[in-house]
């Protein structure tokens, strides 16, 4: 099995910053890629910011230049360094993984659970 625990949401005020992180384990052989995406009520999931094992950064045009996607591979935890948080940043924000797992060599897309966060005065 493998799984996407993610941490970090919360509230913060427009302007201020808060940072995502989201850790994979168990049975992983190689990660394709990570990336971030976010659901606001009403809306449907979107793509955040995604990196792949070449370390290409693709970033959504409503967060380039506020946003920054880091990944640790040696610890398999993709990073999302959020600044300038705006009231339209509020969603519910999930962690993804493209990987090839260790016990079968087949691949694999997981989710984390999802992590809210509300931006708000």
Known sequence: QVQ?????????????S???????SGSIGSINGMGWYRQAPGREREMVATTDSASTINYADSVKGRFTISRDGAKN???LQMNSLKPEDTAVYYCNAK???SDNGRYYIYWGQGTQVTVSS
Not at 18 to 24: E, I, K, N
Request: overall charge positive; aromatic content about 4%; hydrophobic content about 40%.
């Open 18 to 24: 808060l940072r995502l992180s989201c850790a994979a």
């Open 4 to 16: 996407l625990v993610e941490s970090g949401g919360g509230l913060v005020q427009p302007g201020g």
């Open 99 to 101: 990987l090839r797992r």
């Open 77 to 79: 935890t993709v990073y």
